[in-house]
């Protein structure tokens, strides 16, 4: 149990964050979900339109903390890999 006055500040500022910081990994994942979906439709106009979206989201998501650069450059990677090699 927090028993300093700062210790109960960070519980709620910790909770707050939280909240935001899972409303947008949830946000990237709806949009990394889209290109999936146009890639399992074989829609390479439409997969490569929503990769275009996804690129700056996933490096926002850098930014602000929520993934690592890495996890974010490699889903970016991946993504593009399987848009390129749709026909």
Do not use: C, W
């Amino acid at each position: 149990m927090a028993n300093t006055p700062q210790a109960k500040k960070r519980i709620r500022r910790n909770d707050r964050r939280a909240e935001i910081n899972g409303a947008r990994v949830s946000r990237i994942r709806t949009y990394v979900k889209k290109v999936e979906s146009a890639l399992d439709a074989g829609d390479k106009a439409a997969a490569t339109a929503a990769l275009a979206i996804v690129q700056p989201e996933l490096a926002r998501g850098v930014a602000k903390g929520v993934f690592h650069k890495n996890t974010a450059s490699r889903k970016y990677s991946r993504l593009n890999k399987r848009v390129q090699a749709l026909a």
